[in-house]
C-alpha cells in the first residue's frame, strides 16, 4: 500500500461549483486544486487534488496567517471562502458562468472581495494542462496573461504586477476595504480582454439568478429540507447540459481506501446513475430532465442498433478504455490513477430495469414519449425476456467475473413489470405483451427460489451464494415483493446484522476480483432507512436517516463511502448516487410521517 500523504486536505474540506458541462473542486485554502476544461471528462487543467507538485493549481488567498470557512450563496453553487487575517477580512467568491456567452462558460471565475482592514492577497495561477503532463509558456498580451502550449491555450483575465516564473503566474496584491480583485481563468479564447470588476459582478449575478430560479421550482418541505435542496443543487450541477448526460461524480481516482488501489474514474454517464437521478428530480417536480435524457439514449441506441451500454462518454460515446497516469502521485498517495473506465464493457442486467422505471415514473408525472421513444423502450424490454438468465457483472461492476447476481435479475423483472405498465398508456401488440408477462413470471420464480438463503434467512448476492449484498434490499423497494414481506423484514435484519455498521451499511463483503478493501457505500445505508420507512418503523428510519447526515460534508456534499473507522470521506466526489439516497430517504420519511400523523388515534 502507499504511503498516504498528510497534506492532501480531507476529501470533504473541498467545496464544488460548476456550470452544467465541467467542475471545479476548491480547498479552504483557496486553491482550485481539480478542475477539467471545457467538460467534466476533458483532461485536467488543475489536479492538485491527485498530485500537489506536478498537477497544477489556482491560489487565491491572504498572505501571513489566517483562518477559513466555507458557504454557498443561499440557493446557488456559487462558494463562498471567508478569510480572517490578523488586519482584516477577505471575501472569495467562486463560481462557472451560467451565461448566454459560450466562451465564457469554459472557466473559472473568482472575486476577492475586502469586507474589512486591510487583506494582502496572494495569488499563483499554475495551469497544468493534459494531467500534469503540459506546462506553459506565458505571454502578456492586451493586458493579460495567456498561457500556451503546443496544443493549449488558456488566458487569465483580470489581476495585475504579475510574475510568471516556471509556468506559473503570480502576484502580491493589497486590497483595502471595499476593493475587489477579479480574477477568471478561461480556456480557448483568441482574442483576450481584460476582466473589470463590474463584468465580474454582472457574471455573478446571473449565475446566481440562474441557480435560484431552478431552485425555486422544487416542490419539497419537511424537517430536512436544506439537505433535500442541497442535494438538488448539487446532482443538477453534474448534469451535462449539451445532451442531457450527467456524470456519476466530477473527479477521478478519490480512493475507496486510504492509500489503496480501488480508484475509478467516474467522470461518464452511467445510465443507472443517471435513471436514478432523475426518479429523484421527478419528485421534486422537474420533468425537463428526464426529457433530455431520454431523447439522448434513444438517439444514442438508434445510432447503436439497440445496443445498450452500461456507461457511456458525455457525448454518447462507447470507447472509454481505460488507462493509467503513471506521472500522477494520486491523491494521498493512492494509486494507480485512472482515465476512462473499463466497466463499460461489461454486462450489467439491472440497468434496463432502472430506464424502464424512469420512463414508468415520468409518465405518471404527467410526461410523454415520441412513439421512437417509446418503441426504443419496448425493445429495452423485449431484451430483457432474452438475456435475463444470463450471468453479468451486477451493479457493483465486480471484476470477478460473471454472476448469476440477484439484485439483476430482480431488476429485469422490474423492467417487464414497468413495461407492462407503460402499455397500459402507450398499448403494445398482444403477442408481446404475452412474452412480457411470461417473463416477468419465470423471473419472479427463479429469484425466490434461488436467490433465496434459508439458511441465512435472507436473499443472497447472486444464486447459489450464502454471500449477502446490500443491494437486495431494492427487492422490497421496487414492489418485487412488499415491503413488510416475512422476506424482507428477515432479510433487513440480515444485512445489517453483517453488513451494517452503525447507520453505514457496506455493499457486501464477498471476495470481488479486486486488492484491497472499501469503506461502506453511503447509498446503502439510505436503502436501509427507506425500507424501514416503507415497513411503517418511523422512529428507526428516522434515527438512521439523521445519523447518515453527518457524513456529509460542512458545505453539505457528500462522497460515495465513508470510513467506518473514522467517519472519513472516501471514493469520487460529489456522488451523485448518495444525494440520490439523501432526497428519497427525506421525501419518503416526511410522507410516511404525513400519513401517520393524519391516521386517526386509538380512542379518538
Same mark, same amino acid.
Request: with cysteine; aromatic share 10%.
Given at each position: 500500500?502507499?504511503?498516504?500523504?498528510?497534506?492532501? =486536505?480531507?476529501?470533504?474540506?473541498?467545496?464544488?461549483?460548476?456550470?452544467?458541462?465541467?467542475?471545479?473542486?476548491?480547498?479552504? #485554502?483557496?486553491?482550485?486544486?481539480?478542475?477539467c476544461? @471545457?467538460?467534466?471528462?476533458? =483532461?485536467?487543467?488543475?489536479?492538485?487534488l491527485?498530485?500537489?507538485g506536478?498537477?497544477?493549481?489556482? %491560489?487565491?488567498v491572504?498572505?501571513?496567517?489566517? +483562518?477559513?470557512?466555507?458557504?454557498?450563496?443561499?440557493?446557488?453553487?456559487?462558494?463562498?471562502?471567508?478569510?480572517?487575517?490578523?488586519?482584516g477580512?477577505?471575501?472569495?467568491?467562486?463560481?462557472?458562468?451560467?451565461?448566454?456567452?459560450?466562451?465564457?462558460?469554459?472557466?473559472?471565475?473568482?472575486?476577492?472581495?475586502?469586507?474589512?482592514?486591510?487583506v494582502?492577497?496572494?495569488?499563483?495561477?499554475?495551469?497544468?494542462?493534459?494531467?500534469?503532463r503540459?506546462?506553459? &509558456?506565458?505571454?502578456?498580451?492586451?493586458?493579460?496573461? !495567456?498561457?500556451e !502550449?503546443?496544443?493549449?491555450?488558456?488566458?487569465?483575465?483580470?489581476?495585475?504586477?504579475?510574475?510568471?516564473?516556471?509556468?506559473?503566474?503570480?502576484?502580491?496584491?493589497?486590497?483595502?476595504?471595499? %476593493?475587489?480583485?477579479?480574477?477568471?481563468?478561461?480556456?480557448?479564447? @483568441?482574442?483576450?480582454?481584460?476582466?473589470?470588476?463590474?463584468?465580474?459582478?454582472r457574471? *455573478?449575478?446571473?449565475?446566481?439568478? /440562474?441557480w435560484r430560479?431552478?431552485?425555486?421550482?422544487?416542490?419539497?418541505?419537511?424537517?430536512?429540507?436544506?439537505?433535500?435542496?442541497?442535494?438538488a443543487?448539487?446532482?443538477?450541477?453534474?448534469?451535462?447540459?449539451?445532451t442531457?448526460a450527467?456524470?456519476?461524480?466530477?473527479?477521478?481516482?478519490? @480512493?475507496?481506501?486510504?492509500?489503496?488501489?480501488?480508484?475509478?474514474?467516474?467522470?461518464?454517464?452511467w445510465?443507472?446513475?443517471?435513471s436514478m +437521478?432523475? #426518479?429523484?428530480?421527478?419528485?421534486?417536480?422537474?420533468?425537463?430532465?428526464?426529457?433530455?435524457?431520454?431523447?439522448?439514449? +434513444?438517439?444514442? *441506441?438508434h445510432?447503436?442498433?439497440?445496443?445498450?451500454?452500461?456507461?457511456?462518454? *458525455?457525448?454518447?460515446?462507447?470507447?472509454?478504455a481505460?488507462?493509467?497516469?503513471?506521472?500522477?502521485?494520486?491523491?494521498?498517495?493512492?494509486?494507480p490513477?485512472?482515465? $476512462?473506465?473499463?466497466?463499460?464493457?461489461?454486462? %450489467?442486467?439491472?440497468?434496463?430495469?432502472?430506464i424502464?422505471?424512469?420512463?414508468?415514473?415520468?409518465?405518471?408525472?404527467?410526461?410523454?414519449? #415520441?412513439?421512437?421513444?417509446?418503441? !426504443?423502450?419496448a425493445?429495452?424490454?423485449?431484451?430483457?425476456?432474452?438475456?435475463?438468465r444470463?450471468? #453479468?457483472?451486477g451493479?457493483?461492476?465486480?471484476r470477478g467475473g460473471?454472476?448469476a447476481?440477484?439484485y439483476?435479475?430482480?431488476?429485469?423483472w422490474?423492467?417487464?413489470?414497468r413495461?407492462?405498465?407503460?402499455?397500459?398508456?402507450?398499448? %403494445?401488440? @398482444?403477442?408481446?405483451?404475452?412474452?412480457?408477462?411470461?417473463?416477468?413470471?419465470?423471473?419472479?420464480?427463479?429469484?425466490?427460489?434461488? $436467490?433465496?438463503?434459508?439458511?441465512?434467512k435472507?436473499?443472497?448476492?447472486?444464486? $447459489?451464494?450464502?454471500?449477502?449484498d446490500?443491494?437486495v434490499?431494492?427487492i422490497g423497494?421496487?414492489?418485487?415483493?412488499?415491503?413488510?414481506?416475512?422476506?424482507?423484514?428477515?432479510?433487513?435484519?440480515?444485512?445489517?446484522r453483517?453488513l451494517?455498521?452503525?447507520?453505514?451499511?457496506?455493499? /457486501?463483503?464477498?471476495?470481488d476480483?479486486l486488492d484491497?478493501?472499501?469503506g461502506?457505500?453511503?447509498?446503502?445505508?439510505?436503502?436501509?432507512?427507506?425500507?424501514?420507512?416503507r415497513?411503517?418503523?418511523?422512529?428507526?428510519?428516522r434515527?438512521?436517516?439523521?445519523a447518515?447526515?453527518?457524513?456529509?460534508?460542512p458545505?453539505?456534499?457528500?462522497?460515495?463511502?465513508?470510513?467506518?473507522?473514522?467517519?472519513a470521506? *472516501?471514493?469520487?466526489?460529489p456522488?451523485? &448516487?448518495?444525494?440520490?439516497?439523501?432526497?428519497?430517504?427525506?421525501?419518503?420519511?416526511?410522507?410516511?410521517?404525513?400519513?401517520?400523523r393524519?391516521?386517526?388515534?386509538?380512542?379518538?
Amino acid at each position: 500500500m502507499a504511503t498516504v500523504d498528510p497534506r492532501d =486536505p480531507p476529501i470533504e474540506s473541498y467545496g464544488v461549483t460548476g456550470n452544467n458541462r465541467s467542475a471545479a473542486l476548491i480547498g479552504r #485554502d483557496g486553491s482550485v486544486d481539480w478542475c477539467c476544461l @471545457p467538460d467534466f471528462d476533458s =483532461p485536467s487543467v488543475f489536479a492538485a487534488l491527485l498530485d500537489r507538485g506536478a498537477g497544477g493549481r489556482f %491560489q487565491v488567498v491572504p498572505e501571513g496567517r489566517w +483562518t477559513s470557512r466555507q458557504r454557498y450563496v443561499p440557493g446557488t453553487n456559487v462558494l463562498i471562502t471567508r478569510f480572517r487575517t490578523e488586519g482584516g477580512a477577505l471575501l472569495l467568491f467562486d463560481w462557472m458562468p451560467r451565461t448566454l456567452r459560450p466562451q465564457a462558460r469554459n472557466g473559472v471565475f473568482r472575486l476577492a472581495l475586502c469586507r474589512r482592514g486591510r487583506v494582502r492577497v496572494r495569488v499563483e495561477v499554475s495551469p497544468r494542462f493534459d494531467y500534469g503532463r503540459a506546462v506553459p &509558456l506565458w505571454r502578456e498580451r492586451g493586458g493579460c496573461w !495567456t498561457a500556451e !502550449t503546443g496544443a493549449h491555450q488558456a488566458v487569465l483575465r483580470g489581476g495585475r504586477d504579475f510574475a510568471a516564473p516556471d509556468g506559473s503566474l503570480t502576484a502580491s496584491v493589497a486590497l483595502e476595504r471595499g %476593493q475587489a480583485l477579479p480574477l477568471a481563468f478561461v480556456l480557448g479564447v @483568441p482574442e483576450p480582454l481584460p476582466l473589470t470588476e463590474e463584468e465580474a459582478w454582472r457574471s *455573478l449575478r446571473e449565475t446566481t439568478a /440562474y441557480w435560484r430560479k431552478w431552485l425555486s421550482l422544487a416542490r419539497c418541505s419537511g424537517p430536512h429540507r436544506g439537505a433535500v435542496l442541497r442535494s438538488a443543487l448539487a446532482l443538477k450541477m453534474l448534469i451535462y447540459e449539451p445532451t442531457g448526460a450527467m456524470v456519476a461524480a466530477p473527479t477521478t481516482s478519490l @480512493p475507496e481506501s486510504p492509500g489503496g488501489s480501488r480508484n475509478w474514474d467516474y467522470r461518464y454517464s452511467w445510465v443507472r446513475d443517471t435513471s436514478m +437521478t432523475l #426518479d429523484v428530480l421527478e419528485r421534486l417536480g422537474y420533468s425537463h430532465e428526464t426529457g433530455n435524457f431520454m431523447s439522448w439514449l +434513444t438517439r444514442v *441506441l438508434h445510432r447503436d442498433r439497440g445496443e445498450l451500454q452500461i456507461m457511456y462518454g *458525455l457525448r454518447g460515446e462507447r470507447d472509454l478504455a481505460e488507462r493509467e497516469l503513471g506521472w500522477l502521485k494520486g491523491y494521498g498517495g493512492a494509486q494507480p490513477v485512472r482515465v $476512462g473506465n473499463g466497466a463499460y464493457r461489461q454486462l %450489467q442486467l439491472d440497468v434496463f430495469g432502472e430506464i424502464v422505471n424512469t420512463a414508468w415514473f415520468y409518465s405518471r408525472k404527467g410526461g410523454d414519449l #415520441d412513439p421512437e421513444e417509446r418503441e !426504443t423502450l419496448a425493445l429495452l424490454v423485449d431484451q430483457v425476456c432474452d438475456r435475463w438468465r444470463e450471468p #453479468d457483472a451486477g451493479i457493483w461492476e465486480v471484476r470477478g467475473g460473471p454472476r448469476a447476481f440477484v439484485y439483476s435479475r430482480a431488476m429485469c423483472w422490474v423492467a417487464a413489470d414497468r413495461g407492462l405498465l407503460l402499455a397500459e398508456r402507450w398499448p %403494445q401488440p @398482444p403477442e408481446r405483451l404475452a412474452r412480457w408477462r411470461a417473463a416477468r413470471a419465470e423471473i419472479f420464480a427463479e429469484v425466490m427460489a434461488k $436467490g433465496w438463503s434459508e439458511r441465512k434467512k435472507s436473499f443472497t448476492q447472486s444464486f $447459489g451464494s450464502e454471500d449477502l449484498d446490500a443491494s437486495v434490499l431494492m427487492i422490497g423497494l421496487y414492489g418485487m415483493l412488499e415491503p413488510d414481506h416475512p422476506r424482507m423484514v428477515s432479510t433487513l435484519d440480515a444485512v445489517l446484522r453483517e453488513l451494517g455498521d452503525g447507520p453505514l451499511v457496506a455493499r /457486501y463483503r464477498a471476495n470481488d476480483g479486486l486488492d484491497g478493501a472499501e469503506g461502506s457505500f453511503l447509498l446503502c445505508g439510505f436503502w436501509a432507512v427507506d425500507l424501514l420507512t416503507r415497513m411503517g418503523r418511523l422512529d428507526e428510519a428516522r434515527a438512521r436517516y439523521e445519523a447518515l447526515l453527518r457524513y456529509a460534508s460542512p458545505l453539505g456534499l457528500f462522497p460515495e463511502e465513508a470510513d467506518p473507522k473514522t467517519g472519513a470521506a *472516501l471514493g469520487n466526489y460529489p456522488q451523485a &448516487l448518495t444525494h440520490v439516497g439523501v432526497i428519497h430517504s427525506a421525501l419518503n420519511l416526511a410522507r410516511a410521517e404525513r400519513a401517520a400523523r393524519a391516521r386517526p388515534q386509538p380512542g379518538s
